[in-house]
């Protein structure tokens, strides 16, 4: 974050990633996409990188660290619901291996995937986090991510978009 003239760019960040949790929570998707948008372009270079000295401001660092990786995955979702999936594959398998402990960004991964016809890639993309999850930390992947590989397997028409909204 850097300061802006009215003071840090911190308190719009903050902003705009409550104002994207309301729209997201209420289904307005097509808002809270221009609201964590808005918050994302206010992040520029690494977060706080090697600055953070002492455990307030490592805490902090953590915070905000977890505050840009929330507001991808709502992001992320939100322009799923948009039917945006073709153009979110290269996005989201960069953030799914920039934080492949992120559960979310393999579940959404594999729903771009899928709607994009690429499902042999989707299932591909779980036993990549299976695979991963169980070596570094001996676990199983969680719900989401094995009930995703589940809806994928049995061709569960949840996992298709309606017909209202446009597709790329």
């Known amino acids: 974050m850097s300061l802006g003239n009215d003071g840090l760019d911190l308190r719009a960040f903050d902003k705009y ?3 994207g949790r309301a729209h997201y929570r209420s289904g307005n998707h097509e808002a809270a996409t221009r609201s964590f948008e808005n918050a994302l372009g206010l992040c520029r270079g690494p977060l706080l990188d090697g600055v953070c000295r ?4 490592q805490g902090f660092q953590t915070w905000l660290n977890e505050a840009w990786l929330e507001c991808m995955e709502m992001l992320m979702d939100s322009r799923l619901a948009l039917g945006r999936h073709r153009e979110l594959i290269s996005d989201l398998y960069w953030l799914s291996t920039e934080h492949p402990l992120r559960e979310a960004f393999h579940r959404q991964l594999m729903l771009a995937l899928h709607r994009s016809d690429r499902q042999a890639d989707a ?3 779980y036993q990549r986090a299976r695979r ?10 969680g719900r989401s991510l094995q ?10 028409s949840r996992l298709v978009l309606p017909d209202t909204v446009s597709r790329p």
């Open 17 to 19: 990633v409550r104002e």
């Open 123 to 125: 299932l591909q993309v």
């Open 147 to 156: 009930n995703m590989q589940h809806a994928i397997l049995t061709a569960d």
């Open 54 to 57: 002492g455990p307030i401001l």
């Open 132 to 141: 991963m999850l169980n070596d570094e930390l001996g676990l199983e992947p």
